[in-house]
């Protein structure tokens, strides 16, 4: 965590009932917000989500609010409104790169903005900032100014108890934060409303890997033609509703390999649904360029 942040309100809250996020396209998931709560608590940055319209939706009105500094410049200065636009100029500008860019607001706090994408369309904005470098200046910019509006150093003194990292650890924390968005969006927590239609069928399959589902029972499942539901998992999955079927069963396979040494190649193809041992060891070589045995010896080598 920084060196300081007092000001900032990072007391673990109990209890906190999380709202599910909807752009026009999008489900985010309410696990979003908690993860951006925890990271938040460990490091003391603030992190704000914005939909692809650039309104923030999270955190709300009644959330975690902006550290002390920032809304003294926000309201006793009056600067809302360029502190928007900038947060709107830095969005088109990650846009523009298709990747998290980080830079110095005007009044002097880090802040970095990372455009979202899932199955290629924005889904929205994720910004991590109010907090400084300490090779950066210990002054404000806007220091002066208010000492001689108001003859008082107070907007100074919450510059300095604002959270600090040193260069070095900021980079690392950013690094950590692409990784973390990553894993947010590999996991679906982020997806196209779409995805909703077909992930009672996905969690079925994730739930039995032992047992094959038709394409008609998914169909009924989801209470949808068979042609849909092989146009939304061709759209959500990049994979015809067979082949994400047969992945999602071949990666239960592997995991099973790597983290059962002792079990049989037989047992484990088995409780994936393939009842012949031969045509497992055929399918799995296709998926992993290697016979289930060498894949184990080769994880069992690794370690």
Known sequence: MGENCKDMDISIKTCVIY?????????I????????DLYTELHGARISFFGPDRKILYPDAEGRTNCSYCRMLRGELGLESCCRELDRKMMDAALQESEMISYT????????????????????????????????????????????????????????????????????LLAMFSQ????ILRSQLIHHKDYDL????????????????????AAR???RSPSTVTRLFKKMTGRSFKQYQSFFRLQRAAELLKNQPSHPVAVIAQSVGFDDPLYFSRIFHKHAGCSPREYRERNNAER
Request: hydrophobic share 35%; aromatic share 8%; charged share 20%.
């Open 29 to 36: 998931s309410q696990k979003v917000a908690e993860v951006f």
């Open 180 to 183: 973390l968005l990553e894993l």
């Open 105 to 172: 607001c005007h009044g002097g706090m880090r802040e970095a903005v990372s455009p979202l994408f899932t199955e290629g369309q924005l889904a929205g904005f994720v910004m991590i900032g109010q907090f400084r470098s300490r090779s950066a200046s210990e002054t404000s910019p806007y220091a002066e100014k208010w000492k001689q509006t108001r003859g008082n150093n107070k907007l100074q003194q919450a510059f300095e108890k604002s959270t600090v990292f040193p260069e070095e650890k900021i980079e690392m």
């Open 221 to 223: 499942m989801t209470v």
């Open 19 to 27: 709202p599910m996020l909807t752009t026009l396209n999008h489900t």
């Open 198 to 217: 077909i992930e009672p069928v996905t969690e079925w399959i994730q739930q039995h890997p032992e047992q094959v589902l038709s394409l008609e029972e």
